[in-house]
């Protein structure tokens, strides 16, 4: 926008008290004076008060610089101090079949019905899923899921 690149001065002076908490830099500041001169905008029209332009700006941008500098003040190069480290992947085990077998002797006959069929499943399924395949309603096999894990949970201390 036209009037901002014209008043570079009056954004530095109103961002100044807040500028050196802002995670950013000059050229994030003009942007977002842009926002700012595009939300004031907006409202003038609105308000069909064009004469007060620059005091509506000033306080949309402020408060737009209050956020921005709501955050921590940052320091020169942070990515060299806090880069973070690639997450380890523990290999998880598969349970075996006599686990699984173990572990579903605590359930009742439908409960490891139903537990079975979720192992079997290629990707997580909800509930709602659950109780269109057993012609239950939701809250039941939410129902019969809780019971089977705190059963299981159970059975296994």
Same mark, same amino acid.
């Given at each position: 926008?036209?009037?901002? *690149? ?44 064009? &004469? ?40 998880? %085990? &598969? ?12 359930? *009742? ?23 269109? &395949?057993?012609?239950?309603? %939701? ?19």
């Amino acid at each position: 926008m036209l009037w901002v *690149s014209e008043n570079h001065s009056l954004i530095r002076k109103i961002a100044s008290p807040y500028y050196m908490y802002i995670a950013g830099d000059k050229e994030d500041l003009y942007q977002e004076a842009t926002l700012a001169a595009y939300k004031t905008e907006i409202i003038i029209r609105k308000k069909n008060a064009p &004469e007060k332009f620059v005091q509506f700006f000033r306080v949309i941008f402020r408060t737009d610089c209050i956020k921005m500098a709501s955050g921590l003040q940052t320091v020169h190069c942070l990515e060299d101090y806090f880069l973070p480290l690639p997450e380890e992947t523990i290999p998880t %085990r &598969e349970p075996k079949k006599k686990d699984i077998c173990q572990a579903l002797k605590a359930v *009742s006959k439908r409960q490891k019905e139903i537990c079975i069929w979720l192992l079997q499943q290629p990707t997580p399924v909800s509930t709602p899923d659950i109780a269109k &395949e057993f012609n239950v309603s %939701r809250r039941h096999a939410c129902r019969l899921v809780s019971n089977s894990v705190q059963r299981i949970a159970e059975a296994s201390l």
